[in-house]
């Protein structure tokens, strides 16, 4: 898988995890994001905590997540909650499905595994496509 395809799944279980949690605020260790999506980068572990870290860090500065007064980690994002917006958008059912982008976002990650890890990109590629569609349009109206 490519890095950009691992990020979509690790996104689509970052959000899944603070959209269920909401607003409790969560600590979520990248080990936990490999082991129930079954995906991480081939090659040496910093390469792995690398972009994980740049992830933390993208969603922090697109507005989708805040995080408390403790770093972004090699390992872990601490203290993480989902800003308003991004769980107002979470909360709203996609088109044609009764599910919440977020419950479906939770879904995808909890089915993505190393067999199901390609097809698990593309849909999270779907989801979170639609929702920084959304996000962005709501930052521009």
């Given at each position: 898988?490519?890095?950009?395809?691992?990020?979509l799944?690790?996104?689509?279980?970052?959000?899944?995890?603070?959209?269920?949690?909401?607003?409790g605020k969560?600590?979520?260790?990248?080990?936990?994001?490999i082991?129930?999506?079954?995906?991480?980068?081939?090659?040496?572990e910093?390469?792995?905590?690398?972009?994980w870290?740049?992830?933390?860090?993208?969603?922090?500065?697109?507005?989708i997540?805040?995080?408390?007064s403790?770093a972004?980690?090699?390992?872990?994002?601490?203290?993480a909650?989902?800003?308003a917006?991004?769980?107002?958008?979470?909360?709203?059912?996609?088109?044609?499905?009764?599910k919440?982008?977020?419950?479906q976002?939770?879904?995808?990650a909890k089915?993505t595994?190393?067999e199901?890890?390609k097809?698990?990109?593309?849909?999270a590629?779907?989801?979170?496509g639609?929702?920084?569609?959304?996000?962005?349009?709501?930052?521009t109206?």
């Amino acid at each position: 898988m490519t890095n950009r395809e691992i990020g979509l799944v690790w996104m689509a279980y970052i959000l899944a995890q603070l959209y269920d949690n909401w607003p409790g605020k969560v600590i979520i260790e990248m080990s936990e994001a490999i082991e129930a999506t079954g995906t991480q980068p081939e090659g040496p572990e910093d390469v792995t905590a690398e972009l994980w870290r740049d992830l933390g860090q993208w969603l922090e500065d697109e507005g989708i997540i805040r995080k408390g007064s403790g770093a972004i980690g090699e390992i872990f994002l601490d203290d993480a909650v989902l800003t308003a917006r991004g769980f107002e958008l979470l909360g709203k059912p996609t088109l044609g499905a009764e599910k919440s982008l977020g419950s479906q976002l939770g879904d995808l990650a909890k089915s993505t595994g190393t067999e199901a890890a390609k097809e698990g990109a593309k849909k999270a590629s779907d989801l979170v496509g639609l929702f920084l569609g959304n996000f962005v349009k709501g930052l521009t109206s």
